[in-house]
């Protein structure tokens, strides 16, 4: 358990000094929110890490985060839905997540701004952007960004925060094309989820506000 804590404690280290040199060179000076993305790992593994002061979780698939999250009903922890969704799938998002980083069609845009409950307060929202990778399915063109960010503004259930991207591995030229993007809008939106375990001190030079790292903290997978 000792390898966990400092594996959480180095990648905190290496995201604030990642922060501290942007700063420095006049960036953006938001702290970033670091997603620990814990899907295919025991529900053990993030206890551990909330016990270290990690609170925010990044999951996959719906029916493993469910079933989680009863386990861990303890907790005061802030649930992330990153996997690609299904529409049928909406009213469970709605009801069981604090953000969703994968929107990536007015459609679900309009279940999730109906399903989700007012009193739970507004759903966060950030648009999944296909940056750069033609062969993937998930994710908007950046040209439907507009329609759908306009989408989010019809529900007030729903709080657009910003814009997501998974480049193809290696390719980090995309964070600052997500970047561009962002600033070109006609308003241009607080956050930016970009970076995983290989790469999220590139994405926070390029200006991300949220990273989503799995690897790094938890080790592989089962
Ligand atoms: C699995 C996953 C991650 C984490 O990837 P690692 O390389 O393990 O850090 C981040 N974002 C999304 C959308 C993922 O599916």
Known sequence: MENRESAYRGIRKRI????????????????????????????????ALAELGQRDFGENYLQEALDKQEALGDLPLTWHFIGPIQSNKTRLIAAH??????????????????????????????????ID???????ASPDEVPAIAAACGEHPTLRLRGLMCIPRPGNTEAFSQLAELNAGLPEPLPDLSMGMSGDFEVAIAEGATIVRVGTALFGPRD
């Open 97 to 130: 997540f604090d953000w969703v980083h994968s929107v990536d069609r007015v459609k679900l845009v309009r279940r999730l701004g109906e399903q989700r409950d007012p009193a739970r307060g507004p759903l966060n929202v950030l648009i999944q952007v296909n």
């Open 133 to 139: 990778d033609e062969a993937s399915k998930s994710g």
């Open 16 to 47: 604030d000094a990642a922060m501290a040199e942007r700063e420095q060179h006049g960036g953006e000076s938001r702290p970033v929110r670091l997603v620990a993305v814990s899907k295919r790992q025991p529900v053990e593994a993030i206890r």
